[in-house]
């Protein structure tokens, strides 16, 4: 855990970027049900004394007057553009330092062509997989978020320290490459960004797996594996599209510290 001043102690921030309607049968696996529910598209930033962290940055702006047209459950306003987070807390996309994509999904790596002047950080897995993605997976992955000539990639293989009290964790399943992300805070504790190995904290309390999954076993697995390890380090999961859990969320000017 980082050893800094009470001035430049780690936080995290909640960003929030808009919300989209999804089917049940795509939340659980097994779910046989085409209810629609408002699932939230959320993004995270880190602080720390030596660098600024985002993980994951939501959808792409060019893709929301789409999402609005084609989804009535779509919601999202000018206040949601991933830039505005940012300008809220201060930041401009230049500021941020490392931009840790849990995987190359739409709704996770849309913005991450607004960070030219970051490193951009995925799974070599994943990375691959998105170029040349299975028939079944290719509506979720949209080559130009990710196909950006002349950006930096830092492509990791497992779990990877990024830099004190801020780890990449494997958690394949959900894709071939996925990652979570752990952050250890001083005061909140250690808190587990899950993103789509965990889309609700249901997910983690009765071990289902997500509907849209590319290995069943392996993301029961990355469940299992998260839930050990938050009960080991005293830790919390965060789902990555929980309706509920996001409602309890601190939101800004609110961080976890």
């Known amino acids: 855990m980082l050893e800094c001043s009470a001035m430049s102690s780690p936080t995290l921030h909640?960003?929030?970027?808009?919300?989209?309607g999804f089917e049940r049968s795509g939340l659980f696996?097994?779910?046989?049900?085409?209810?629609?529910?408002?699932?939230?598209?959320?993004?995270?930033?880190?602080?720390t004394a030596d660098a600024v962290v985002l993980f994951d940055t939501g959808l792409s702006p060019r893709a929301v007057p789409g999402l609005m047209r084609n989804d009535p459950m779509a919601r999202f306003t000018d206040d949601d553009l991933l830039v505005h987070r940012l300008e809220v807390l201060g930041l401009?996309?230049?500021?941020?330092?490392?931009?840790?994509?849990?995987?190359?999904?739409?709704?996770?790596?849309?913005?991450?062509q607004l960070f030219?002047?970051?490193?951009?950080?995925?799974?070599?897995?994943?990375?691959?997989?998105?170029?040349?993605?299975?028939?079944?997976f290719e509506g979720f992955y949209y080559r130009k978020n990710f196909d950006l000539p002349g950006y930096r990639w830092r492509l990791l293989d497992g779990d990877t320290e990024l830099l004190p009290?801020?780890?990449?964790?494997?958690?394949?399943?959900?894709?071939?490459?996925?990652?979570?992300?752990?952050?250890?805070?001083?005061?909140?504790g250690p808190v587990i960004l899950a993103a789509d190995s965990c889309y609700w904290l249901e997910h983690a309390d009765k071990?289902?797996?997500?509907?849209?999954?590319?290995?069943?076993?392996q993301a029961l697995h990355s469940i299992k594996r998260l839930k050990t390890l938050a009960r080991l380090t005293g830790g919390r999961i965060f789902p990555g599209h929980d309706p509920a859990f996001w409602e309890t969320v601190k939101q800004h000017p609110d961080a976890y510290r």
């Open 14 to 20: 909640a960003l929030q970027n808009g919300f989209m």
């Open 29 to 47: 696996y097994g779910e046989r049900s085409s209810e629609r529910v408002q699932i939230p598209i959320a993004c995270w930033l880190i602080r």
């Open 92 to 112: 401009q996309p230049d500021d941020v330092d490392l931009v840790v994509l849990s995987h190359l999904h739409y709704d996770h790596a849309g913005g991450a």
């Open 116 to 136: 030219p002047k970051s490193e951009l950080v995925a799974q070599k897995d994943e990375y691959a997989y998105a170029n040349y993605p299975a028939s079944f």
């Open 165 to 188: 009290g801020v780890t990449a964790l494997r958690t394949d399943g959900h894709t071939p490459g996925h990652q979570s992300l752990l952050v250890e805070l001083p005061e909140s």
């Open 207 to 217: 071990e289902r797996v997500p509907g849209v999954v590319w290995n069943p076993t």
